[in-house]
């Protein structure tokens, strides 16, 4: 297998992840809609139990759990900000 192979498997990881951070962002939007302010969009505890669970998985799965956690903390504090600028959008308070 050449270096351009394994990119080439990699590219068509990276569609599937794409893919699936699409619906994820749909499932993050549907719950911005229950939440009234920004405590409620942050929602640290659901975060904290969110990236205890993750590292669990990874461990199943044989990934690597600060690598993991590193592009979790990352996605999920990307989505808080999206989150909290389409909050800001529709009027509700901080
Ligand atoms: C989507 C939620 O809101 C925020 C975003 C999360 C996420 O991207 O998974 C998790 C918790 C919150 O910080 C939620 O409360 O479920």
Do not use: C, W
């Not at 911005?32 to 929602?43: C, G, H, L, P, Y």
């Not at 990307?78 to 800001?88: K, N, P, S, V």
């Amino acid at each position: 297998m050449s270096l351009d192979d394994v990119r080439a498997a990699i590219d068509r990881i990276d569609d599937q992840i794409v893919a699936l951070l699409a619906q994820r962002q749909e499932q993050v939007r549907a719950a911005a809609a229950f939440k009234a302010d920004d405590a409620a969009v942050r929602a640290p505890d659901r975060r904290a139990a969110l990236m205890a669970r993750v590292r669990e998985r990874a461990e199943v799965e044989g990934a690597d759990t600060d690598v993991v956690a590193a592009t979790y903390a990352a996605m999920v504090d990307a989505f808080i900000a999206l989150e909290l600028g389409e909050h800001r959008a529709r009027g509700n308070p901080a």
